[in-house]
Nanobody, 114 residues
Framework: QVQLVESGGGWVQPGGSLRLSCVAS????????MAWYRQAPGKERQLVAQ????????IYEDFVKGRFTISRDNAKNTVYLQMNSLKPEDTATYYC???????WGQGTQVTVSS
C-alpha cells in the first residue's frame, strides 16, 4: 500500500524558514518524480516543485524560485522541501505526491503571519 506522510509544518513569521519532510513507502521510490503541492482554503491545489527520481534534478514553479529547495534521499525514501523567505501567501496545507500514482499524504499545515 502506498503511503506518504508529511511533517515539518508550523507557524513562522514572514521571512522565516521551515523544512518539510515526506516519508514514502509502498512503491519503488527512486523511480518516481516526487512533487510538493499546496492548497489554501478556497483555492485549488497548486504545484510547488518537483524532483526527478534517480537524478535528483529539481524543477520549480516561478513563485518559489530562489526561496525553496526540493531534494530527496532515496536511501530513506524521503523528499524534502526547504522553505526560506516565507511570505504570508505561502500559507497553505502542503502535500507530497509521487507523479503518476493516485495517492496523497495527509498534508502538513504551514502558516506564515505576524
Amino acid at each position: 500500500q502506498v503511503q506518504l506522510v508529511e511533517s515539518g509544518g508550523g507557524w513562522v513569521q514572514p521571512g522565516g524558514s521551515l523544512r518539510l519532510s515526506c516519508v514514502a513507502s509502498g512503491f519503488t521510490f527512486s523511480r518516481y518524480t516526487m512533487a510538493w503541492y499546496r492548497q489554501a482554503p478556497g483555492k485549488e491545489r497548486q504545484l510547488v516543485a518537483q524532483v526527478i527520481g534517480n537524478s535528483g534534478v529539481p524543477i520549480y514553479e516561478d513563485f518559489v524560485k530562489g526561496r525553496f529547495t526540493i531534494s530527496r534521499d532515496n536511501a530513506k525514501n524521503t523528499v524534502y522541501l526547504q522553505m526560506n523567505s516565507l511570505k504570508p501567501e505561502d500559507t497553505a496545507t502542503y502535500y507530497c505526491h509521487a507523479v503518476g500514482l493516485a495517492y496523497w499524504g495527509q498534508g502538513t499545515q504551514v502558516t506564515v503571519s505576524s
